[in-house]
Structures are given as structure tokens and as C-alpha cells.
């Protein structure tokens, strides 16, 4: 009797918890312990050091203060980066239309392009998650806007100053002291911040074309009168308020949906047992955070990894060989400085499960190789030289399990599981997006 007491006492307490609303999971000494290295690796700030902000809370959204954040704004650069009509300046005239900022910064890949090397103008296709996008055969190869380095993702850009891999966009802050090397990049001297110059230089470099008859033939003309209403009428619609109000959209894509930060938030179950050992490891002896770090887990350093590039592949198209050779020495190619050859910008690690290709080379095709080519500390590329190697290449001796369990973390606690939520059901002009064209309208369905 007393057994069946007992059995159903504990049989009422299972179904009370299951049905209680109120009800908060009880924290395992692996919580513990990584609130205790997240304590130190914050040093003392703890774990809202790590949370990232609502999309809609611009107070707390790092901003230019020469461009603020407003829903005028975000509304209107949410559609005009995904807006293919956008392609108004291209090479070959039959792919007017066809292409847009989202080409190269699709949700799907988690705001990256989805192939090894992003394909503007004269790409053809997309696939399911923009993995089919390939060049069209009909064109000269020179005449295709083909990235020479990885699209890198536009997710969590706030929290950067500079853009780029070598960050060689941004007139403040990380590039302070280099404008001796801004002949090419004049954008830099209006004293922007790296996401909003990159917005501006993006759209001449990627043949896009904002004018005042693209804003009335487009439906656009309200939407820029909300957000630039304070401009006069003349110097309204232009590619500079065009890239204001994208920078501003761009700034509010934020991966805070991902599980680490509802785990940040006291959801203690939103990552598995693996996961938080995975960022134990992340944490501590792996190292990663000494240059992932803070809310979008990345800083405003530039290290060599000695990671390949685009001309160790016969998968990859490199244009311009004699440039090329300047591009593949990351920020050391910017600032003339041999001490930051072959050094690129920290990466955000959000969503980079989505991407598909890894490293600016694009030379991974897994976050676990990634994880154990960093851990294993041997080059890709024999032009690194070994005195510019970051000091975690190859130093963290992880073991088998340390290096699965924070692959898992990465993947799963790391990646926002609903970015659709910053794309737009459609686009003024009524076209297909990201891409326009007659194989890309098939696959996304648009015919």
C-alpha cells in the first residue's frame, strides 16, 4: 500500500510539472560551470556580456551616429537589398533585373551566399538554399561580378566598425590611421561606419543603381520620403540614402532566436547536454572566445589562420591574378603593413552551419573540419609566414570528444532557427528575389 502510495505521488508530481506553465528546469553542474567561465571570459561582466539585443530595440543596437536606426529606414532597406530591380547598371544588358544585394546574402545561408564563391550579375539558378547558383555560360567570364574571397554573412554586422574580410571599409575607430590607404575607397572619408560605407561602395562595385526614376517606376518614392523626409527633395533618392537605410536594416539582424542566447536568457534547457559541453569547450580550452567574443562572438581583430584561398582550387574563378595577390594578403593588402599579412576579420559564428563553405577561401565545407584544422595547427596555404599565425593556431590540443561536442554547439546552439523573419514576403517592383532570373523564378517559384 505504501508503495502504491508512493508510486502515485510521484506519478501526480511528473503530470503537475508537465502541465505547469510556471514550471523552470532545474540547472546541471554544467550550467554551472559554464557560468563560471563565461564570468571570466566576460571579465566580470557576466552573461548579459554575451545576449544580443531585440531586433526592434534600437537604443541597445550598435549604430553610426551619423546614420540612426529608424523603422522608416529598416523598412525601406529591408526590400531595397532584396530587390532585384536594383540591377540597373549591368555589363550585359539581358541581365538587367536579374540579380540584387541578396544574390550574395540570402537567408538561407544564413545571409551568405550559399556557394563557394557569391555570383552577382550573370548568375543563373539558385537550388533550395542558393547552392545551385552557377555562371551563365552565354557570357564572357569577365563581364560575371564573382567574389574573390567568401561571401561573408551580414548577419550580426552591428557589432563591427570595419567591413570586408581585410576591413578596409569604415572611416572610424579599427581604421583610424589608414587613410593613407583610402585612394580607392573615398566613401571612407565621409566618417561612416564599415557597414554603411560598404552599402555605398557595394552598390556601384555590384552594378546596382538607385536614382530618382528607379524610386518612381519602383513604387519606392513614399518609403524614402518617410525615412529621408528631413533631406531635401532633390538629394532624397539617391545611392547614399539608398545605403543608409540598408546599413539600418543590416544592423537589425541580429541571431537572437539562436538557443545559446535563450540559454543566456535562464532557458537552461535550450541546449543539449553536449551542447554546453561544447561551450565549455568554447570557453576554455579551446580558446575560441579569445577572439569570439561578445554578443555576435566576434571582436575587431584580424588573425592568420593560414587558411587557402581561391587560387588553391580548380573550382574557383580568380578574374584578376595581379589583384588577387594583394586580396589574399587580408589586411596586411589594406594597410601595407607586413605584420597584418595574410590576417582577416573575426567572423560571427551565427548560422555559419547554414553556409555551406568556410574560411575566406572557402576551403572547409564543415565546421568540424574547421574546429580540427584549428586544433591541429598545420597551414592550408605555405605563403603564411609563421611568425603571423595566430597564437591559437594549432595550441589547444582538444580531444576527439571536446572537438564534437563543440562542433554541436556551433551548429545547433548557434544558429537562429527563424531568419525568415527578416525577409520580405515580396518587393515593390513584384520581382523575384534574391536572383530574377528565368532559372532562378523556376526554383523559387516564382513563374
Not at 82 to 91: D, I, Q, S, V, Y
Not at 384 to 408: H, K, M, R, S
Request: aromatic fraction near 10%; include cysteine; hydrophobic fraction near 35%.
Amino acid at each position: 500500500m505504501k508503495r502504491l502510495f508512493l508510486a502515485a505521488s510521484l506519478l501526480c508530481l511528473i503530470v503537475s510539472c508537465g502541465n505547469d506553465d510556471n514550471y523552470v528546469p532545474i540547472e546541471s553542474n554544467l550550467d554551472d560551470q559554464l557560468k563560471t567561465l563565461l564570468t571570466e571570459a566576460s571579465e566580470g561582466k557576466g552573461l548579459s556580456y554575451f545576449m544580443l539585443p531585440e531586433s526592434d530595440d534600437y537604443t541597445n543596437i550598435p549604430q553610426d551616429p551619423k546614420n540612426l536606426i529608424t523603422k522608416a529606414k529598416v523598412d525601406l532597406g529591408k526590400l531595397l537589398l532584396h530587390e532585384t530591380a536594383l540591377g540597373r547598371n549591368p555589363k550585359i544588358e539581358e541581365m538587367r533585373g536579374t540579380y540584387s544585394c541578396a544574390s550574395c546574402h540570402q537567408v538561407g545561408a544564413g545571409f551568405s551566399a550559399g556557394v563557394r564563391q557569391g555570383i552577382g550579375e550573370c548568375g543563373v539558378g539558385f537550388g533550395i538554399h542558393g547552392e545551385e547558383r552557377t555562371i551563365n555560360q552565354n557570357v564572357p567570364v569577365d563581364s560575371v561580378d564573382i567574389q574573390p574571397l567568401r561571401s561573408p554573412t551580414i548577419l550580426n554586422v552591428a557589432y563591427q566598425d570595419v567591413m570586408l574580410w581585410n576591413g578596409q571599409f569604415g572611416g572610424t575607430g579599427t581604421n583610424q590611421g589608414t587613410e593613407a590607404n583610402w585612394e580607392n575607397i573615398q566613401e571612407n572619408f565621409l566618417g561612416l561606419q564599415g557597414v554603411e560605407v560598404q552599402a555605398i561602395k557595394g552598390q556601384g562595385v555590384h552594378r546596382l543603381l538607385v536614382d530618382e526614376d528607379f524610386v518612381n517606376e519602383t513604387g519606392y518614392k513614399a518609403m524614402f520620403d518617410a525615412a529621408f523626409g528631413d533631406i531635401a527633395e532633390g538629394d532624397r533618392y539617391t545611392t547614399l540614402n539608398a545605403a543608409l537605410a540598408m546599413a539600418a536594416y543590416e544592423r537589425t539582424l541580429l541571431a537572437n532566436q539562436a538557443p545559446w542566447q535563450e540559454w543566456l536568457k535562464g532557458q537552461s534547457d535550450a541546449m543539449t547536454d553536449a551542447e554546453k559541453r561544447g561551450a565549455i569547450a568554447f570557453f576554455g580550452n579551446g580558446k575560441c572566445y579569445e577572439c569570439h567574443t561578445g554578443p555576435a562572438l566576434n571582436d575587431k581583430g584580424f588573425y592568420a589562420f593560414g587558411m587557402g584561398d581561391f587560387d588553391n582550387s580548380n573550382t574557383a574563378i580568380v578574374l584578376d591574378e595581379n589583384g588577387f595577390q594583394n586580396v589574399k594578403k587580408g589586411r596586411g593588402g589594406f594597410t601595407k603593413n607586413p605584420d597584418d599579412d595574410y590576417k582577416f576579420k573575426t567572423p560571427t559564428l551565427y548560422n555559419i552551419a547554414d553556409n555551406g563553405f568556410y574560411g575566406h577561401g572557402s576551403t572547409f565545407t564543415s565546421v568540424k573540419e574547421v574546429v580540427r584544422y584549428k586544433n591541429d595547427g598545420v597551414p592550408q596555404s605555405n605563403e603564411v609566414p609563421a611568425e603571423n599565425l595566430a597564437t591559437q593556431f594549432g595550441t589547444t590540443d582538444l580531444t576527439d570528444q571536446e572537438i564534437d561536442d563543440l562542433t554541436v554547439f556551433i551548429e545547433n546552439s548557434l544558429r537562429d532557427p527563424n531568419l525568415t523573419r527578416y525577409v520580405p514576403e515580396t518587393i515593390n517592383s513584384g520581382l523575384c528575389f534574391p536572383n530574377n532570373d528565368e532559372q532562378s523564378r523556376s526554383d523559387l517559384g516564382c513563374n
